[in-house]
């Protein structure tokens, strides 16, 4: 609903307001008859076992594309009130005059139907760990915009951050953890935070478990270098060399060429984080 293609169009960020995290689940076609009964006399001919249920995925309220709700969401989590999310109305030169500066961070929202077109165009590798960046494995369904707020928060915490309990807690008990036990502490210790917040916004909360539309993903500079951060993917996705013209130029450049060439006619959005605007 984010009508925008790779030339100068405006985007509208109020017209794309809801996320997606977790993959839609295929359809299965029912068994032959005949194939059903010969698995059910096999099954019978051999010793009973122990039936183990599998863990049920915990499913969150998927997050509102909203800057003031990621922005109460990140200030909740321990990012300074003097910073904020903000839409960014078009990817064309004159849009970007108006993105507060300096930008330290992005997130792309792109539609969940391209998810699987990116991860073959990243290949058998998607992505790995980098010493200096904070990347977190998403375990939770329809968390992907909480992932993306953090990782964009961990990854500009000596700029954005402040002395927050929730902060120094976590990153006091995340270090040296893995990207899957930052994902499962992030699960225990938002969880509450999120209940909070998730459910505010201009549109209607939907159900955690019902299938949202829309995938974010995170963009941040380290070491001069910007790193794509998926909770989806095995770890930072290097991009390359930040440009003259800073990270949201090349935020921008890797954005049409990565999501938006492949799929000009689909809808998306950009949120950049940056010093709070003094109307806000």
Known sequence: RC????SAIPLDPREVRR???????????????????ALAALASSRSPRPVVPMPKQENWVGLESNPEVMSEYAHKLGMHAAWAFSDCWGLDDEALKHVPQPCVGCIFLYPFTQVEARKRALGAERGREVAGVWHMRQLVGNACGAVAIMHTVMNTLDRVGTDSPFLAGFRSSADGASALEKGKLFQD????????????GQTDAPRPT??????????VEVGGRMYELDGNNDGPIDCGAVG???????????CKAAYIAPFPDSHFSLITLGPKRPDE
Do not use: I, W, Y
């Open 3 to 6: 009508g925008h293609s790779n």
């Open 19 to 37: 996320e997606l995290a977790a993959p839609q689940r295929r359809k299965r076609g029912l068994a032959p008859f005949a194939t059903t009964l």
């Open 189 to 200: 210790a938002a969880r509450t935070l999120h209940q909070e917040v998730a459910p505010q």
């Open 210 to 219: 019902e299938a949202l539309d829309f995938h974010f993903v995170s963009l």
């Open 244 to 254: 003259e013209r800073g990270l949201l130029h090349s935020a921008v450049e890797h």
